[in-house]
């Protein structure tokens, strides 16, 4: 296989490029920089939406965006798709697995397995000969989404070769196809990893949160450890695995705390983690961040922060909060719009569901 990476969009920040395709859309978010694009207007709307205008604009916002020239919002807008699972919208995820450029392949793929989209396999099948390693592996994980065991040595070389970056991506997707007949040693191979000497942080950090996909316990210990972490980064992927976690009383109160970080991106995180039982200081801080503006009046920071705000909104399961989901995806800002669609996507897919209820500690 080619040794190739591939060529990702945006600056992200701390943290390198390497780890771009491996994270969540919130710390996708929370790492760019450098985005100068206007600030979120006040359109008006009304204080309630239906759901079902709520689904017609989220179309609306993806099949409009997932056209523009930025291959960044384009993965945006599959990984929504990927999560809201429409199936009148799997013929524009199919449409992207041959986009020019190969981050756009590769979450075009990802979207593809996550709904298990079968009339997609002899694309993805010509997918595992694309020059591009990290579009093979998301090919391979779409396919074995959809019942191809063919996978199981390969994803295991990617994930103790050389290669960092395909080592991360290698974990995240044995996380997404959890623990199936196929892949019943996947905790013990991530456990092998992580135990593995001189492992660089961003692996470490991937394979458990990766373990906690896979609804480890074993590895809270170590999260709990990253949380603890003096760095804003770390705590923010240590969030996303306490989020898998947050049933055990631990991970819980690691989230609680968290959410009184001195830093609002990680306030935000942890608060979009503990979504229906977060309490009326953290809802007040998330309507706060949706009005935000930086202190030095920095755009991207503006953005950044406003996007983490609309993405614990969509968390939170009110009713109330409709209208303020559809009146952010009318703003000006084509990222905000398309980040106001994810929360929405996390609001229609969670408000029927029963309350998450805490752990007793």
Request: glycine share 4%; aromatic share 6%.
């Amino acid at each position: 296989m080619s040794k190739q990476t591939c060529p990702l969009p945006g600056t992200l920040g701390k943290l390198s490029q390497t780890l771009f395709v491996t994270l969540s859309f919130s710390l996708i978010l929370v790492l760019l920089s450098g985005c100068t694009h206007p600030l979120l207007t006040n359109p008006s709307a009304p204080d309630t939406v239906l759901n079902v205008q709520l689904q017609v604009r989220v179309q609306q916002v993806i099949t409009s965006a997932i056209t523009l020239d930025d291959p960044v919002l384009r993965c945006h807008c599959l990984e929504t798709l990927g999560a809201w699972n429409e199936i009148d919208t799997h013929p524009l995820i199919r449409r992207y697995l041959t986009d020019t450029v190969p981050a756009v392949r590769y979450s075009a793929a990802i979207a593809c397995g996550d709904v298990r989209d079968y009339t997609a396999r002899p694309i993805l099948t010509n997918l595992l000969q694309d020059e591009n390693i990290s579009v093979k592996l998301a090919a391979g994980y779409a396919l074995e989404k959809m019942g191809d065991d063919r996978f199981g040595a390969w994803f295991d070389s990617v994930l103790f070769g050389s290669d960092e970056q395909f080592a991360c991506q290698a974990c995240l997707l044995l996380g997404k196809l959890g623990n199936t007949k196929s892949r019943m040693n996947s905790q013990a191979k991530l456990w092998e990893l992580l135990k593995k000497k001189n492992l660089i942080a961003p692996v470490r950090l991937q394979t458990a949160e990766a373990l906690a996909m896979l609804k480890d316990e074993k590895v809270i210990e170590n999260l709990l450890a990253y949380a603890s972490s003096g760095y804003a980064d770390d705590r923010m992927i240590a969030i996303s695995g306490l989020s898998h976690l947050r049933h055990m009383p631990e991970a819980y109160a690691m989230l609680t705390v968290l959410a009184e970080d001195t830093q609002i991106e990680v306030q935000l995180a942890a608060i979009r983690a503990l979504g229906n039982t977060a309490t009326e200081k953290d809802i007040q801080t998330v309507l706060s961040g949706l009005e935000y503006i930086s202190a030095d009046n920095d755009p991207a920071s503006t953005l950044r922060v406003r996007g983490l705000a609309l993405l614990a909104l969509g968390s939170l399961n009110r009713n109330e909060d409709s209208g303020r989901l559809y009146q952010a995806m009318l703003a000006n800002d084509s990222y905000l719009r398309v980040i106001a669609a994810r929360a929405t996507v996390d609001y229609l897919i969670n408000i029927n569901k029963p309350a998450f209820i805490p752990p007793t500690p």
